[in-house]
């Protein structure tokens, strides 16, 4: 180490892939503590900025659940959409 300090330590990078063709990444912080959440959420925000930084893409994320009820279940994912229980796209 030369001394420098990591702004995303403490953060893990997660990508994962489905068996019916989704891909996610996720950006998890684990907390201690209520009080260190915002900071949390913060570095979390910060993080997926600069990883995206270079996207051409302005497509909405969606996690692995919602993608699979919209392909696979339309009817169910309109009624957790409905009570808001899922993104609506």
């Given at each position: 180490?030369n001394?420098?300090?990591?702004p995303?330590?403490?953060?893990?990078v997660?990508?994962?892939?489905?068996?019916?063709?989704?891909?996610?990444?996720?950006?998890?912080?684990?907390?201690y503590d209520?009080?260190?959440?915002?900071?949390?959420?913060?570095?979390?925000?910060e993080?997926?900025?600069?990883?995206?930084?270079?996207e051409?893409?302005?497509?909405?994320g969606?996690?692995?659940?919602?993608y699979y009820?919209?392909?696979n279940?339309?009817?169910?994912?309109?009624?957790?959409?409905?009570i808001?229980?899922?993104k609506?796209l």
């Amino acid at each position: 180490r030369n001394g420098t300090c990591d702004p995303f330590r403490g953060l893990s990078v997660v990508l994962d892939s489905t068996n019916f063709g989704h891909m996610v990444g996720e950006v998890e912080a684990l907390v201690y503590d209520e009080k260190d959440i915002s900071v949390a959420r913060e570095k979390v925000a910060e993080l997926i900025a600069k990883i995206t930084a270079n996207e051409k893409s302005s497509a909405v994320g969606i996690g692995k659940l919602e993608y699979y009820l919209m392909k696979n279940k339309p009817e169910l994912y309109e009624i957790y959409a409905k009570i808001g229980k899922m993104k609506t796209l």
